[in-house]
């Protein structure tokens, strides 16, 4: 973040060098250089659903974190297959062709050190983005970096994962997953329910990150919860903002594996800038 305002800072320099005396006010120059750095960044919903003609998933892990791999007792189907059909799903329908790539085994995956911590702030979990993130976006080409920590939120306690942005909303949307957190859908007696969970947080943070609800993807109906920020008023949603017990043993990845209501999937479809 910081150096996000940094970069706004310099940018209005060099906007009043180059006009070499500016007549304009302040703030109104400020409006430019905000309006061009946000121009300049390929990772907003604008370009998701305009330029792009492929999306992918960069996934890297703390020991004892890792993702759940392989396939679903039952059903048999690959657990990363939930994401994959609806990243599919977000990109139908829309007279081109986006490709998605999903890694679905840790060798695709990336381990990183441990990082020895039971809470994490904000600041935190920023500062292992340029450390860690290798693939960047272009307006053809859209890369999602999700990281999977142990421990919980510092200000947030008992949320499952979280997607930050930068400053102004400028910048790649990363998705933090806090597999304790995950790991609490571990009931031992229901088949896949944790594996289940997981696969449905994820897409959950992914539909954050593509700008639903209501954030870059404008709503086509009343359907945002507003007390609950950018999420579905409609509990059966994967964009509801819970995730409860009921809602995860009754999902069924081998019978329909979209997890996104019907609002949310007419906000996506008709979203054209």
Not at 33 to 58: C, H, K, M, T
Not at 62 to 84: C, H, K, M, R, Y
Request: charged share 20%; with cysteine; net charge negative.
């Amino acid at each position: 973040m910081i150096f996000r305002v940094v970069l706004f800072l310099s940018l209005l320099s060099i906007i009043n060098c180059e006009n070499h005396k500016s007549e304009l006010p302040p703030a109104v120059l400020g409006y430019i250089a905000l309006d061009y750095l946000i121009l300049s960044d390929p990772d907003r919903s604008a370009v998701y659903f305009s330029s792009v003609r492929s999306a992918g998933l960069e996934i890297a892990y703390e020991p004892d974190a890792e993702p759940f791999t392989g396939n679903f007792t039952i059903g048999g189907s690959d657990i990363w297959s939930v994401v994959q059909n609806n990243l599919e799903d977000v990109f139908a329908d829309r007279g081109y062709t986006v490709s998605i790539s999903v890694p679905n085994d840790l060798s695709s995956m990336t381990q990183i050190p441990s990082q020895g911590r039971s809470v994490w702030s904000v600041n935190q979990l920023l500062d292992l983005v340029p450390r860690y993130r290798r693939q960047a976006s272009d307006f053809q080409s859209t890369s999602f970096f999700i990281i999977y920590l142990k421990g919980q939120m510092a200000d947030a306690p008992g949320v499952i994962a979280v997607t930050i942005s930068g400053v102004f909303g400028i910048g790649p949307p990363v998705v933090f997953v806090f597999k304790d957190m995950v790991n609490q859908f571990d009931s031992g007696i229901s088949p896949d329910k944790v594996e289940k969970a997981e696969q449905m947080t994820v897409t959950h943070e992914l539909g954050h990150a593509l700008g639903l609800v209501n954030a870059g993807i404008p709503l086509h109906s009343s359907h945002q919860d507003k007390e609950h920020g950018n999420h579905c008023t409609e509990e059966s949603c994967g964009m509801f903002w819970a995730l409860s017990d009921t809602k995860v043993e009754t999902f069924s990845p081998s019978t329909n594996s979209l997890i996104l209501g019907q609002e949310c999937r007419d906000d996506i479809r008709n979203y054209k800038p």
